[in-house]
């Protein structure tokens, strides 16, 4: 994970004054941070009181699924703040997944929560998608990984 | 005449260049005619055979000959091999050296240049040939067997020129003729067929001095008409040996190229059109939805609905023209028109029955297939869009000669606002006498409107003739500039210009394109093997099945970023609508609410302000 976010050089002090973090990127990177919170209280209102019994594994998968997800919000909000070249791609796969469990949780038992977590997940693509945010970050991770090689 | 045409046409008589592995090359039609027979087919009788190959020749060819509607003529150039014949030419082109080095190296696969979809309709191409008409796999071998022959008799490499004098231009008119266009069968392209007419055209200036130059040339070619077959002499893409240009020759389809390369084309299926206008309004869509600029950031994408090509013009093979390693023949006239071409409406070669045209044999260089005459001989200058363009010796004369008939319609244009002010002037007169007399008032009332017409028609005729002032600058301004030599962009009439396909850059390239090739077939198998085996699971496998199939895809096409951008897209658009569905109404309300407490607060904050 430490190698997909390492920085392709270091730049110079005064070329990162120039990439200086957008008003898009900083709502982006803290709505992302907020989103890792509300993952987080999914997890707990999701997971199954102990002791664990076999008809509580689902609950405790989707939990675990929950915890997984602030993890990541909280590294994808810190890639995005610093302006990592995969940020753009990382938070876009983050809302991709969040969106596309929640569309699954829907044609299944449909909790309540899966909707404000679809309206949180449909906000973030718009903010993601908007072009000052999206043209910050290169589109394409292998491209990316060249530049660092060069 | 004819010997000044002939000269003209061997002035300018353009190097052809072919890509290695090319089988077929221009040739005498008096050979290929005496080496097969003719054929009439009838709606009602079915194929008939006129003239049994050896009888038939051009005299013969041109004969009138009194068909039923609907009945085809066509020539048979080949009786495909038998199969001892054609395992020995298989055999024998294996075991020869000289086969070998001849043989064609495709280098990247078209199907790893383009997407999914499309080879998933290139698939479908393919089985579409066992319905359609089409000319049999081995016709190939069989033509390049005879072919081999003839040339061996006596080698011999011809065109046929035709000059045309219209509108000022000169046009000069090669016209090549190959016995077989194998592209379909040796470099995987769209079709096979008998008998191919390729046509290039040089347009020259400057018959009032007697002295032509060349000005403008133009190739047939795949999807394009007018302006943009066109290109002007001094266009840096029109490669010359002194006065002759170089034509780079499709492998097998011989279409013309001005630069040597891969160009890929796409076939568009009339059926699928809908989807492909749908597809380009809901991209249209979402970039204006999200204010995208994606069209910018991105490199421009396949289209998806196309069958892909690719048309090798590399120039690695045979050079025939002037200096090169086979020269040209002394050409045949085809002006005036022989006998042969003017009489023989019928195709020249095997009539496939192909409903979609692309295996039959294109008929003479006078006649469409249909038998109507082509607009490339009836008008050559129209067929490349010179029509709207004048020879650079008349340009000057003829801006002059304008600018002088605009110089007089100024001048009449003045006399007649002169007058009309006049008019003008009187009638307001007229209209000031008339106020405050009751009486007068229907006078009154018809002079008024009276005024107020040729007001509008003075107002017209004075910004005419403003308008004419600023033509007569323009034009005064370009026939300075002309007789100081200025030309305009040699490619300033183009709209879409075909260019050679960039190299491939695929991660892992033989993996890729092994991929590529073995992926549509493998993506049924499975199918197959989750409709027999995991029945249940059928909606979820082929998600995950078209899931993992589109990472590879995009892996290899280094896309990975693009396909999670549009994938969670797509995601997010599908959780709006399904929000849209459950909370319809409370959608609705809120919309309401927030907008009547909007208009509230606006209107309160007027009053208290």
Sequence with gaps: MRRLFRRKSRPSRASRRKREISRPISIAGRLLGLQALGFLILAITTAPEAPILPHTFAELWQAGFYIALAGLSVLSALSLLRLRPLAWNFAMLLQGTSLLFALMLYLGERPFYIYPQMIYGIVMVLELNQPELASSFPKEIINSQEERKT | MSSDSLALLRRFEPVLRFTHGERFFPMDVARYVENSSLWVHRPDTGAERLYAEGELSLDRLAEPRFEPFDSVQYIK??????????????????????????????????LARVGYGSRLLDAIFSLSLFARGRVPGDTAAAAAVTYLRIQKKEEHYNYYGRVLEQDGWLALQYWYFYPFNNWRSGFSGVNDHEGDWEMVCIYLYGGTKGDWQPEWLAYASHDFEGDDLRRRWDDAEVEKVGDHPIIYAGAGSHASYFQAGEYLSELEIPLLSPLVSFFKRFNHFWDRLIGSEEKQIQPPTPQVFRIPFVDYARGDGLSIGPGQEKEWNAPWLLSPAPKWARAYRGLWGLWAQDPIMGENAPAGP??????????????????????????????????????????????????????????????????????????????????????????????????ELAADGALREALELYAERV?????????????????????????????????????IGLMLLVFVAIVLFARHYLVLGIAAMLGLVAIVEATFRRRLGLLIGRATNVIAFTAGLVLLYQFFWELVIGIILVAGAYIMWENLRELWS
Aim: aromatic share 6%.
């Design chain 2, 366 to 463: 006078m006649y469409e297939r249909n038998g109507k005459v082509r607009r490339a001989w009836y008008d050559p200058i129209g067929w490349a869009g010179l029509d709207k363009q004048m020879p650079p010796d008349r340009t000057l004369e003829k801006a002059k000669r304008r600018e002088h008939a605009i110089e007089q319609r100024q001048h009449a244009l003045k006399i007649s606002i002169a007058e009309k002010s006049r008019e003008l002037r009187d009638l307001s007169l007229e209209l000031e006498a008339l106020l405050e007399q009751p009486h007068l008032k229907r006078l009154y009332q018809t002079r008024h409107k009276k005024i107020a017409a040729l007001s509008a028609e003075l107002d017209a005729m004075r910004a």
């Design chain 2, 483 to 519: 007789e100081n030599g200025y030309k305009l962009s040699p490619r300033a009439h183009i709209h879409r210009a075909q260019h050679p396909a960039s190299a491939v850059s695929l991660r892992l390239g033989r993996i890729a394109e092994a991929w590529a090739a073995a992926s």
């Design chain 2, 77 to 110: 150039f080949i009786e495909p091999l038998n199969i001892t014949q054609l395992a020995a030419y298989q055999l024998r082109q294996t075991l020869s050296k000289k086969a070998r080095e001849q043989a064609f190296h495709a280098g990247p696969g078209r």
